[in-house]
């Protein structure tokens, strides 16, 4: 069975400086999927980037970046600039493409800002 | 509607009482999914429909849990005989392209059961 392991629970950043979380998954799979999603105090969960294993480029959206590295089944995201509205939690995500529908989460990173 | 839109936004219950949670998908999705987020926890499968296919019930926690979704849109999931454990935050979400596009999700039914 695929697991997704995030192993900070908390994470502070300055306000306008960059920060890294982590995620590490297993899966004997070639084929997935990888995602990062961000859980403001709304509850809802909200897509931030994605990540298909068989391409090789980092997946990129505007400040949000990631660290693909498949061999060490790894996927961090790299927030730049932080904005006082990135806090909240962030949960990695992974998919398999095989018509299996279910997202495996991570037990999430909450990150702070600080002013 | 511009959204996935889910009711109650909140529930409290008294333990061995029924409760049916509500998820409306966005219009013309005809993927559907329920998620649980118990607390200082990710979120767990649920359930998963497609279209017109059987549902994925593979992640329902026991018989006490079970979910429909008439005319391929509105979704209830219903516990029965709830439980303290059932505490969580019910997650529904849609999608049109499959998960590989990722979701839009809800923003949760929040259940107590005290």
């Known amino acids: 069975a695929q697991t997704v392991t995030q192993s900070q629970p908390e994470m502070s950043v300055q306000e306008a400086e960059t920060v890294t979380l982590s995620c590490t998954y297993d899966?004997?799979?070639?084929?997935?999927?990888l995602f990062w999603y961000k859980q403001p105090p709304s509850r809802q969960m909200i897509l931030v980037i994605r990540?298909?294993?068989?391409?090789?480029q980092n997946a990129t959206e505007n400040r949000f970046s990631v660290n693909f590295q498949k061999a060490a089944k790894s996927f961090s995201l790299k927030i730049s600039d932080s904005q006082l509205g990135d806090a909240a939690m962030y949960f990695c995500?992974?998919?398999?493409?095989?018509?299996?529908?279910?997202?495996?989460f991570g037990t999430g990173t909450r990150l702070t800002i600080i002013p | 509607g511009a959204g996935v839109s889910q009711s109650p936004s909140n529930k409290v219950t008294e333990k061995g009482k029924d409760v049916e949670l509500r998820c409306d998908p966005i219009?013309?999705?005809?993927?559907l999914y329920w998620y649980r987020q118990s607390l200082g926890q990710g979120l767990e499968f649920l359930i998963y429909?497609?279209?017109?296919?059987?549902?994925?019930k593979s992640g329902l926690p026991s018989d006490r849990f079970s979910a429909e979704r008439t005319g391929g849109s509105v979704s209830t999931l219903t516990i029965q005989r709830t439980q303290q454990e059932d505490s969580a935050v019910y997650l529904c979400?849609?999608?049109?392209?499959?998960?590989?596009?990722?979701?839009?999700f809800g923003s949760g039914t929040r259940l107590t059961v005290v």
């Open positions: 979400a849609s999608s049109l392209q499959g998960v590989a596009y990722g979701y839009t």
């Open positions: 899966t004997s799979e070639s084929d997935y999927y």
């Open positions: 990540q298909e294993a068989y391409k090789q």
């Open positions: 995500a992974y998919s398999t493409n095989f018509g299996n529908e279910k997202l495996t």
């Open positions: 219009s013309g999705h005809t993927a």
């Open positions: 429909f497609q279209g017109n296919s059987a549902p994925d």
